[in-house]
């Protein structure tokens, strides 16, 4: 079992704000495809990097899936697909190993 696990952000480069049909859209479509997700809408991750010496912040949603058995290349065409429609350079997206207890 893995939980796979990805950030997208509240709003683009030029700070323009994604809207909730957008996170929406994603969760339908993940559970449609795996029979449910986890997406953390209410409470954003608060996020800070470096970039070029300056420390970049952005505000983030958590959206997570049990899966098994895990598809790389579905994620990897799905991640490039957020990033595309999310107009960004890279979607973080993690595959953590898994129990069910």
Known sequence: MHVVQFLLPLRDN????FTR??????????????????????????????EEGETVRDEMLLFEVMVEPLDRAWWSGYRAELERRFRQERVVMRALGAETL
């Open 21 to 50: 049909a957008d996170f929406e859209k994603v969760r339908t479509e993940l559970t449609e495809r795996f029979g449910g997700v986890t997406a953390f809408l209410q409470s954003p991750a608060a996020g800070a990097w470096k």
């Open 14 to 17: 030029e700070r323009r704000p």
